[in-house]
């Protein structure tokens, strides 16, 4: 069974700031997607970036990156010119395309201080 | 579009009682989904569906039963209600390519 790991229950970053948040994940599969997406507190799942494996360039959207690391089945979400409006939970999420289901993992809340 | 819809957007049961969550989504996507989110945790798959008549159980389908009769519809079962089951449930849908899963506001449902 595939499994997603996010280490980091809470994480805090002063505006402006950047930020890493942490995601790892174990599977047997060479082809799959990567995403975070983010809860602000109205409960909204909003998709922040998404990443296929088969793709070498880390995925990246506006002050959004990703650092992939296939080998190490890592990937990380960078938040750069962190905004007030950023705070929320931001949840890691696999899919292999067998029924496009998303397996997710725990969540990191993200917190930004002003 | 109005894109994933669900209904109630809050409710309150009793031990016992049954319910169904309402879901409907006007993109025309094959698969769609029902998730329950507990307090401070991630999302866990209940039961999924690939097209209308065909539907499969999740990590946690316990409790809870689903119906696909039309591609638009995927109502959510719960028969008994227990207060294992009170959880904010969402139910999501996505084209075959998978691109992009696109959630409902997801329902609160406390069972007392």
């Known amino acids: 069974a595939q499994t997603v790991t996010q280490s980091q229950p809470e994480m805090s970053v002063q505006e402006a700031e950047t930020v890493t948040l942490s995601c790892t994940y174990d599977t047997s599969e060479s082809d799959y997607y990567l995403f975070w997406y983010k809860q602000p507190p109205s409960r909204q799942m909003i998709l922040v970036i998404r990443?296929?494996?088969?793709?070498?360039q880390n995925a990246t959207e506006n002050r959004f990156s990703v650092n992939f690391q296939k080998a190490a089945k890592s990937f990380s979400l960078k938040i750069s010119d962190s905004q007030l409006g950023d705070a929320a939970m931001y949840f890691c999420?696999?899919?292999?395309?067998?029924?496009?289901?998303?397996?997710f993992g725990g969540g990191t809340r993200l917190m930004v201080k002003p | 579009n109005a894109g994933v819809t669900q209904t109630p957007k809050f409710r309150i049961l009793k031990i016992g009682q049954s319910m169904t969550l309402q879901c409907t989504q006007d993109?025309?996507?094959?698969?769609m989904y029902w998730y329950r989110q507990d307090p401070g945790m991630g999302l866990k798959l209940i039961y999924y569906?690939?097209?209308?008549?065909?539907?499969d159980k999740g990590e946690v389908p316990n409790g809870y039963n689903v119906s696909r009769s039309t591609t638009e519809d995927f109502p959510l079962r719960l028969e008994l209600a227990a207060p294992s089951q009170t959880s904010v449930y969402f139910c999501a849908s996505t084209t075959i390519l998978g691109e992009k899963l696109f959630f409902g506001s997801g329902t609160q449902l406390s069972v007392l």
């Open positions: 993109m025309n996507h094959n698969y």
């Open positions: 999420a696999y899919n292999v395309n067998a029924g496009n289901m998303l397996t």
């Open positions: 990443q296929e494996a088969y793709k070498q």
């Open positions: 569906s690939v097209g209308a008549g065909i539907t």
